[in-house]
């Protein structure tokens, strides 16, 4: 299972000059996803759709459990916390990846101010799921589909014509009156549960080095620790706390496989003072000893 603790992805998506990408994820023996495909719970700036090939998954965007299945278009907004899963070890999928940026203009036309505008700003956003049943689905598939087989092309005007291509998907959505009031997505509530977690996530990954208490994390939070641990659980399914060991352990198992550091060394590095403390948690998740380990790392590059 490949898993990503990070919640805001650290990850460029295109370039400066071409902020956009098609990415094909499938599953099985020899590529990234040998036993079935996870991405944690994460969140980008990026606005994301997915096209379902093959297979089912389960995603979770804003806290909003679905089910995708074989023709479904998927869409993420800017900003969203999501994850998603592969139900089964056969399942393959393409996503669009682009910077919503990309779509503004500088004149104020009607398409600006009733469209573009309102996207940017999230008083508009893209519906959750296109299923093959529902309206519109047949036009909104085709410009899906010349999209990825244009991102996989890469002739010399791809960027160009991608970007066209999205712009005629978002004036398909709209045509079909498939575009969704920010205000219905979700309460006010579960936006401030969503901001929260984003928050307390963000300062653990950024600060996993230094001491952390929970008191620190729920100050930040702004809630007492006891409301802290309830809602951080009932999202995560975990403690802040346990996540915050899960998240330094993980990045234990970077250094011990990419650096010749000692075991000290990384302990201390990923916020451990107490190196036997430090093994114990680590042969806890992982089953192995960091020596053992990084033997085996070690071993998987020379095979």
């Known amino acids: ?9 650290n990850v460029q998506h295109g370039t400066k000059e071409r902020p956009l990408t098609i ?25 994301e759709i997915l096209k379902i090939r093959k297979g089912r998954y389960k995603a979770e965007i804003n806290l909003e459990t679905l089910y995708l299945q074989e023709g479904d278009i998927c869409m993420i907004n800017s900003g969203e916390l999501h994850l998603l899963e592969g139900i089964g070890s056969h399942t393959l999928h393409d ?71 999205i712009l005629q998907f978002l004036i398909d959505l709209n045509r079909y009156g498939l575009f969704i009031s920010s205000a219905d997505t979700a309460t006010a509530f579960e936006k401030e549960r969503i901001d929260r977690y984003k928050r307390i996530v963000s300062l653990i990954e950024d600060n996993y080095t230094s001491a952390l208490t929970l008191q620190m994390l729920a100050q930040a939070a702004g809630c007492n620790p006891q409301y802290l641990c309830r809602f951080f659980k009932e999202i995560a399914g975990i403690s802040p706390i346990q996540y915050l060991i899960r998240y330094r352990l993980q990045q234990a198992e970077r250094l011990l496989g990419n650096t010749t550091k000692t075991i000290l060394e990384i302990s201390l590095d990923c916020g451990f003072d107490n190196v036997s403390y430090f093994i114990r948690q680590f042969k806890k998740q992982n089953g192995l000893t960091p020596n053992e380990y990084r033997k085996r790392c070690h071993l998987d590059l020379l095979q």
């Open 95 to 165: 996503a669009l990846i682009y910077n919503q940026s990309i779509l503004g203009f500088s004149y104020g036309d009607e398409m600006q101010e009733k469209l573009i505008h309102p996207l940017l700003s999230h008083k508009l956003v893209l519906p959750r799921i296109i299923h093959p049943s529902d309206t519109g689905y047949k036009q909104l598939n085709h410009r899906m589909e010349h999209l990825i087989e244009l991102g996989k092309k890469k002739t010399d005007d791809w960027y160009f014509q991608l970007k066209l291509e």
């Open 23 to 47: 990415m094909n994820f499938c599953t099985g023996k020899g590529t990234s996803y040998p036993d079935h495909f996870f991405v944690e719970r994460h969140w980008h700036y990026n606005t």
């Open 1 to 9: 299972m490949n898993k990503e603790y990070s919640l805001e992805e």
